[in-house]
């Protein structure tokens, strides 16, 4: 199987653009997490969306969005960039069943950098 | 809530030698554990996992850990490191029950001297 795809890989924006990042998880996993890493703060969750449905939500502000698609795709969106949002977005995805004792396969990551 | 602290941010050691890097958690409920090893410029890779049963936990390419739960901690080791397990290394925990979250330590970084 293909593994978890997350474009774009780098991007550099400006203080105050929005921002909208995809992850792919792999086929048949229904379960999409977002994680921020920065040097500061470590790895930190932001949402995780399971059948096109936020199911759990980090304590990020309401500029970090996300939403599921129905083919699992997610997309997280941040909005009015700020120079502290330059990050490593990593997309983790997960069967996301019943059965709790699945492990999460990350993405590559996207490198955002604001300026 | 979770918490996870990862006692060593960085740690040398010379090619051949062990290595044990140190993992402790807290939580009020029951957690799974995980190690996920990172390399530059990569993303995460899960190393090992425990979950039930026995205590001790071994990957693929030599690394075991094992659980002890009186002293909630989560220890990594491997008996003989190679300049390829130059990387850096997260603890991590989910509840078993709860919001299907993991919580990072804030990761040690292995460097392997020749």
């Known amino acids: 199987k293909a593994g978890v795809t997350q474009t774009p890989r780098y991007l550099i924006k400006t203080r105050g653009q929005q921002v909208t990042l995809s992850c792919s998880p792999i086929?048949?996993?229904?379960?999409v997490s977002w994680y921020q890493q920065t040097p500061g703060q470590g790895l930190q969750f932001l949402f995780e969306?399971?059948?096109?449905?936020?199911?759990n939500k980090g304590n990020f502000p309401g500029r970090f969005s996300g939403r599921q698609f129905s083919n699992s795709r997610s997309e997280m969106n941040v909005s009015t960039l700020e120079l502290g949002d330059s990050a490593l977005y990593l997309c983790?995805?997960?069967?996301?069943?019943?059965?709790?004792?699945?492990?999460?396969?990350f993405g590559p990551g996207t490198r955002l950098t604001v300026t | 809530a979770q918490s996870v602290t990862q006692l060593d941010s960085q740690v040398p050691v010379f090619e051949e030698a062990p290595v044990e890097l140190r993992c402790n958690y807290s939580?009020?409920?029951?957690?799974?554990l995980f190690w996920y090893v990172q390399y530059p410029n990569q993303g995460l890779q899960l190393l090992l996992k425990?979950?039930?049963?026995?205590?001790l936990v071994e990957s693929i390419n030599g690394f075991e850990a094992e659980f002890n739960k009186s002293q909630t901690s989560f220890h990594l080791r491997k008996p003989s490191v190679h300049i390829s397990d130059t990387a850096e290394y997260f603890c991590?925990?989910?509840?078993?029950?709860?919001?299907?979250?993991?919580?990072f330590g804030q990761g040690t970084r292995l460097t392997i001297n020749p």
């Open positions: 991590a925990v989910r509840e078993i029950q709860g919001a299907q979250k993991l919580v």
């Open positions: 425990y979950l039930s049963g026995s205590t």
């Open positions: 983790a995805s997960s069967p996301g069943g019943r059965d709790r004792a699945y492990e999460q396969y």
């Open positions: 939580s009020s409920v029951s957690v799974y």
């Open positions: 086929s048949g996993h229904r379960s």
């Open positions: 969306y399971f059948s096109e449905t936020q199911r």
